[in-house]
C-alpha cells in the first residue's frame, strides 16, 4: 500500500530531477566530444562533478552567511544592496569556490596537459554546480523552472566555466614555462572575469522592467555566442603544453 501510494510522488519527482540534470549532461558530452586531443578519464570527470556539487555547497553557505552580515550594514531591496549581493557576494563566492575546486583537483594532475584540458576541466565543475543548484530550484519550484533555467542558468554556468577555463589553462601553461608572474595573472583572471560576467548575469536578470528583460536576453545570447565560438576555437587550436 505505501509503495503504491507514493509511486506517483517518486515518479513526479523522478522526472523533476531528470529535467534538471539533463541539460547539464548535454552540454558536459558536447564539451567532453570537442576535446581532440586527449579525452579526460571517466574518474577525472567524475571527480569534477562531484566537486562542483561541493562548491554549490560551499558557495551556499558563504553566500548566506555574508548576505547576512551585509543586511546590517546596507538597507535591503536597495540599488545599493543588489549591487553588493550580486556583483561581489554572489559572483565571487560561487565562480571563487568552482575555481577552488577546479585547482585542488587538477592542477597538479597528470592529465592536465593540453590547453583544451582547462575548458574541458572548467565546465565539468561548473555544470557539477548548476546540477546541484538546478535540482534543488526544480524540486521547489516545479517543471516550468527547469525549462526556463534549461535555457538560461545551466548554459550560464558552462559559460562562465568556458571562459574560466581558457584563462585557467593559460596559467598552467605559463607555470610550465617558468613565467611566474604570467601564470599569476591568468590565474587572476581565471576567477575575475567570470565572477564579472555571473555578477551581470544575476543583476540584469533581477531588474523587474520590460527593458531589463531584453537587456538580459541580449546579454544571455552574446554571453553564449561567444562562449560557444572559443569552444570551437580553443578546440581547433588545442596543443600539449610541451609544445
Known amino acids: 500500500m505505501f509503495y ?3 509511486y506517483p510522488f517518486v515518479k513526479n519527482h523522478l522526472l523533476l530531477i531528470i529535467a ?3 541539460p547539464a549532461a548535454v552540454l558536459m558530452w558536447r564539451v567532453y566530444r570537442a576535446d581532440r586531443l586527449e579525452h579526460e578519464s571517466l574518474k577525472l570527470s567524475r571527480r569534477l562533478i562531484i566537486a562542483g556539487c561541493l562548491a554549490m555547497v560551499v558557495s551556499a553557505l558563504v553566500e548566506n552567511g555574508l548576505c547576512y552580515l551585509l543586511g546590517f550594514a546596507v538597507a535591503e531591496d536597495t540599488v545599493l544592496y543588489n549591487v553588493i549581493t550580486y556583483l561581489g557576494i554572489v559572483a565571487f563566492a560561487e565562480e571563487g569556490t568552482k575555481y577552488w575546486m577546479l585547482r585542488r583537483r587538477t592542477w597538479r594532475s597528470e592529465e592536465f596537459n593540453c590547453r583544451f584540458d582547462g575548458v574541458v576541466y ?3 565543475v561548473s555544470l557539477g554546480f548548476a546540477v546541484l543548484e538546478n535540482v534543488c530550484y526544480v524540486l521547489i519550484f516545479g517543471f516550468r523552472t527547469a525549462l526556463l533555467r534549461a535555457a538560461t542558468a545551466v548554459p550560464g554556468h558552462a559559460s562562465f566555466g568556458v571562459f574560466m577555463g581558457v584563462f585557467y589553462a593559460l596559467a ?4 610550465i614555462r617558468s613565467n611566474a608572474s604570467a601564470s599569476a595573472f591568468y590565474r587572476v583572471l581565471a576567477v575575475l572575469l567570470p ?5 551581470l548575469y544575476d543583476y540584469i536578470a533581477v531588474q523587474a522592467s520590460f527593458y531589463s528583460t531584453w537587456v538580459f536576453v541580449g546579454f544571455i545570447i552574446v554571453l ?3 562562449s560557444v565560438v572559443l569552444i570551437g576555437r580553443t578546440s581547433r587550436q588545442d596543443r600539449y603544453f610541451e609544445e
Open 172 to 175: 598552467k601553461k605559463n607555470e
Open 122 to 124: 572548467a565546465v565539468f
Open 195 to 199: 565572477a564579472l560576467l555571473h555578477g
Open 4 to 6: 503504491r501510494s507514493s
Open 224 to 226: 553564449f555566442a561567444v
Open 20 to 22: 534538471a540534470v539533463l
